[in-house]
């Protein structure tokens, strides 16, 4: 005989199931039951003469079960995971609370590419034959991302706390930073660009919309490595050869072929140098 449903349990004492359709509406899901696509099946599932069901306490505690409990948690389920119709088939069961001894309520739902319909059963079994409780890949995914959520929001609270507590720290140093490299860059002889033919001689350079303190670092025949900076105390490098000014990003004089211009450099105006080093992230291995 054809039943419909799903999870029949071979132990199963009782055993109803259903083929229900999936109805949109307004954004929510319910799963519509039809009286003519639900089956029973058990030793005390019995008809009299006249073809009508026999009551039986199991039938009547599992019907009340359902209505009340199952198709309910059946519904708010398929709300939270259920996506779309061509999603994968997906599946889950639990043991419920059941109000005979050494019993359970064993519930099963299969749901996703399936037509439109979503397939729901219930078993009567003893609790030593109840399957273990499965989650569906659904839930199981929403999950990790709950957790993968929390882990942000905690991250983010973290950093939060730190910037309330350390941030304010930090910026007091940095300003000291740059007031102290503030009153030293101003102590440096200033003079114009093409009179600077020493290292450590300040120079006015306009980059950014504004004439910034740049200095000397490194002499190299014609060739000027230069170093300004910025009101904020960033700033950048760059040379001058005769008359003409290129950037010298920091990629370029990290490379082998300016090692001894990074000597020079160091060993000169070690201040600027650190500067360097801090602007960018620069670790010495890598030079």
Known sequence: MFTFGTGKLKESKLWWGARTIIDRYDGKISLGMLGDRQSWSGDVVKKDDNGLALPHPWIESMKDFIDTSFIPYANAYCNEFFRD?????????????????????????????????????????????????????????????????????????????????????????????????????????????????????????????????AFVRVIDGNIKLCQYYMPKGKGGMFTVDNDRQKKMSPSMLKGKKYKQWRESFKANAPDGYADWVEWYNIKEEEL
């Open 85 to 213: 119709m061509r999603s994968d088939q997906d599946e889950t069961n639990r043991n419920w609370y059941c109000p005979y001894d050494d019993m359970t309520y064993t519930t099963h739902i299969l749901f996703g590419n399936l037509g439109g319909y979503c397939y729901l059963g219930c078993s009567l079994i003893s609790v030593k034959h109840a399957p273990e409780e499965k989650k569906s890949n659904a839930e199981i995914e929403h999950e990790i991302e709950v957790k993968r959520n929390k882990k942000r929001e905690e991250d983010e609270a973290r950093h939060l706390a730190w910037c309330a507590k350390i941030a304010p720290i930090e910026r007091a140093k940095n300003k000291a930073k740059r007031e102290a490299a503030k009153k030293r860059n101003s102590e440096a002889e200033l003079v114009p660009l093409e009179e600077a033919t020493k290292v450590g001689q300040r120079f006015k350079h306009h980059v950014n919309q504004g004439e910034r303190d």
